[in-house]
């Protein structure tokens, strides 16, 4: 079975973000473009991980951050950063969980079935690149397991596009 095909059990998220993080590594392995490691790692992360509505990047241009590659409905294209909970997490260049999207403040609906949302910053040697992005219709979907295993996957993804 391939890395692509391979199953993922997250009954204990522990090992199932460990075994994700083998398989992103084994997808990414030898690929340095940017957009062709997102979207690689966007389609294994929301085909993977269960109970998601959406999976993507958001990648900062200028000062505000951009659609990247993703899987799920169309999404916003444009979210200036400390709006929204891409935007927050962006400014403020740490994990954003969010257990009930409509309890926050300023949140950002692109599509109205996502209830909880956990957003990763991208930040390469001090410098915002952008954010990793998912959302659940399941309130309360992601914890602070969830938060270590994606900032890791997200590592992941960092190092196998560094110039």
Not at 4 to 32: C, I, M, N, P, V
Not at 54 to 80: D, H, M, N, S, T
Not at 92 to 120: M, Y
Request: hydrophobic share 50%; charged share 20%.
């Amino acid at each position: 079975m391939s890395h692509t095909e391979q199953s993922h059990d997250f009954r204990d998220k522990a090992a199932g973000y460990a075994s994700l993080a083998r398989a992103l590594t084994a997808l990414l392995a030898g690929e340095r473009d940017l957009i062709a490691n997102a979207a690689n790692t966007a389609a294994l992360l929301f085909h993977a991980l269960p109970q998601l509505n959406w999976a993507g990047f958001y990648f900062l241009r200028g000062a505000e951050l951009v659609v990247g590659p993703f899987q799920g409905k169309p999404a916003c294209v444009r979210i200036a950063l400390g709006a929204g909970v891409c935007g927050t997490a962006a400014a403020r260049r740490e994990t954003v969980l969010v257990p009930d999207v409509h309890a926050f403040p300023g949140h950002i609906a692109c599509d109205a079935a996502s209830r909880s949302e956990i957003v990763v910053p991208l930040v390469r040697d001090a410098e915002l690149v952008g954010v990793l992005d998912l959302d659940s219709p399941l309130p309360g979907r992601f914890d602070e397991e969830d938060a270590r295993g994606l900032a890791r996957l997200a590592q992941i993804f960092l190092a196998s596009t560094a110039p």
